[in-house]
């Protein structure tokens, strides 16, 4: 099935610095979102880009579209201790009314 | 605020046991979700509802079923739970007549088979 897949697996990085991650999907999407899990807890919707949309900012975070690509990319800027969490983005099919399918995420680390 | 609330955040249940893992949103959405996620294989969609009564299977729906009585509570139901659903479980609800909309996500249950 389609699935978003990030990449990297696992990022860390010291506080104040940027992070970044990567998302690849295969189908043509309607719309792609991002989610962040802190440790053993449910998943917290970030942001949703539409298909037509090439660019989204939210406070610190930037979400870019490339959908010639296929790839989407989370920017974090100025990041703090309290950004550690898994990221997931989570794509939608353009047809049918199937459900999100969720990427694996990546683990970020922010150390202070 | 949206919120979803699970029944319990940790389980312990022996192998043969008959589990039930209860959800319920108050927003009134349309669109309700269990996943089970694992690590290194992410969120795996069991099953999912769309409306009262209604339910279709997702990724992985042997081993579960479901119930949706009620439009805000979607049970998830492990017959005979086995060792290897042992899991962390997280249910979820969307508003909208699709299902591609925003999803809002419980707190999870852990639950570990013995």
């Known amino acids: 099935s389609q699935q978003g897949e990030e990449d990297p697996q696992a990022l860390s990085i010291q506080e104040g610095e940027n992070a970044t991650m990567n998302c690849s999907y295969k189908?043509?999407?309607?719309?792609l979102q991002w989610y962040r899990q802190n440790s053993g807890r449910g998943l917290v919707h970030l942001i949703l880009i539409r298909s037509n949309e090439r660019e989204k900012h939210s406070g610190r975070l930037r979400v870019t579209l490339d959908t010639s690509k296929k790839s989407s990319s989370l920017l974090i800027t100025a990041s703090r201790a309290a950004d550690t969490a898994s990221y997931f983005c989570?794509?939608?099919?353009?047809?049918?009314?199937?459900?999100?399918?969720f990427g694996k995420g990546t683990r970020l680390s922010v150390i202070a | 605020d949206v919120k979803v609330t699970q029944s319990s955040r940790y389980l312990v249940k022996r192998t043969g046991e008959k589990v039930f893992l209860e959800c319920v949103q108050d927003m009134d959405h349309e669109n309700m979700f269990w996943y089970r996620q694992d690590p290194g294989l992410g969120l795996r969609l069991i099953y999912f509802s769309y409306d009262v009564k209604m339910k279709e299977k997702g990724d992985i729906p042997e081993g579960y079923s479901v119930s949706r009585e009620k439009k805000e509570r979607f049970s998830l139901i492990l017959e005979s739970a086995s060792t290897n659903q042992t899991s962390m479980y997280l249910c979820?609800?969307?508003?909208?007549?699709?299902?591609?909309?925003?999803?809002?996500f419980g707190p999870g249950t852990r639950l570990l088979v013995l």
């Open positions: 189908t043509s999407i309607n719309n």
């Open positions: 979820a609800s969307s508003p909208g007549t699709g299902a591609r909309e925003t999803q809002y």
């Open positions: 989570a794509t939608d099919a353009s047809t049918g009314n199937t459900p999100l399918v």
